[in-house]
């Protein structure tokens, strides 16, 4: 049991957190380094013989050390999804850890301590309690403390009879659990994308019909490019008319520009 507290405590805190995302940054970028696997080149063997005789020839007897590393495939490398886990781990352990704490300092009305040190956006205003300020006097000088507190966007409200407890910015306290939600709506992204995300890479000539691997049926039709230029000759602009073709039959059309892709379905071309 005390190991087990010892390693939750160790992984809740914050140091462990940003050495594990500096990790992340400097493996992505020692990453960065290395050549990627083209993505087509499964499907054109003549480009992935010369993809793999690049490699060899660049590191060698190491370049199947390398590849087995994942680092030719950074999407699939146990490099880089290692770290990433022990973070996504830690993460989900620090919000189950805090979550219970945070969001009883955020809902109105669960703390009764105002000091400044638990809550840097909490007031604290003890009153004296000589005789100067008793009966009427009191009760006007708190209402008009209270007024004050008020104006500058503070929810006031009375701990004691002589202690005025003025508080703002009271969610601001849940945000770290949305940084927390964030790193984990990042990482399901990803998995999301690498488990049903798909790209892939076609040519066409004129009048050309080419299958899409990826989708049983579909096709593409080129039918037609173009190239805009500038007065001076250089290229301003590309375009294709492109129709998509399933199972024989023409099911969309239109031209496809520059960061302007061709929409079908969930498919953009």
Known sequence: MA?????????????????????????????????????????????LARWEASVSARYGGLARLLDKLGLFHPSRSPVLWLPLGLLVLTTVLCTLGRWRAVWGEALPGQRMDCAPSDAPYASRLPLPSSDMLQGERLAHLMQELGHILAQRGFRVRMVTGALLCGERNRLAALATLVTHLAVLLLVGGLLLSYGYGWREEVTAGPEETVAIKHVRGLALCQEGFAISRYPDGSAAGYEVRLSVVENGGTVAAGVVRLNEPLSFHSLHI
């Open 3 to 47: 190991s087990f507290r010892r390693v939750w405590h160790l992984s809740t805190r914050l140091e462990v957190a940003a050495l594990l995302m500096l990790l992340l940054l400097v493996l992505a970028a020692l990453l960065s380094l290395f050549p990627q696997f083209p993505q087509v080149a499964p499907a054109d063997p003549e480009r």
